[in-house]
């Protein structure tokens, strides 16, 4: 049974920094790439990051690039997303996705960004 669960959001001032974590069972973590994606209100869930396998192929959407930084520990079966000189626009319930386009997603948990 695959399980993802996100971790370490919550409400952050702009220009303030997150990091998400997600912790993963049921599949076999090193064998496949992550995603992170995010939702906000009254909008469609869209495309934050990626990372494959071995952690060497990196995909970002275009409005984080440059903040937001993806990484892979294959040993802890986590992938995380580090969230630094946030914006307002960046809130929203972040998801991470096992692989690039499965049906597995996490719960979600929710990121704020405001003063």
């Known amino acids: 049974q695959v399980q993802l669960v996100e971790s370490g959001g919550g409400l952050v001032q702009p220009g303030g920094s997150l990091r998400l974590s997600c912790t993963t069972s049921?599949?076999?973590?090193?064998?496949?790439?992550m995603s992170w994606y995010r939702q906000a209100p009254g909008k469609e869930r869209e495309f934050v990051a990626n990372?494959?396998?071995?952690?060497?192929?990196?995909n970002y959407a275009d409005s984080v690039k440059g903040r937001f930084t993806i990484n892979k520990n294959n040993r802890k079966k986590t992938v995380f997303l580090q969230m630094n000189n946030l914006r307002p626009e960046d809130t929203g319930v972040y998801y991470c996705?096992?692989?690039?386009?499965?049906?597995?997603w996490g719960q979600g948990i929710q990121v704020t960004v405001s003063s």
């Open positions: 990372i494959d396998t071995i952690g060497e192929l990196r």
């Open positions: 049921g599949f076999t973590f090193e064998t496949i790439g």
């Open positions: 996705r096992r692989g690039w386009n499965t049906a597995d």
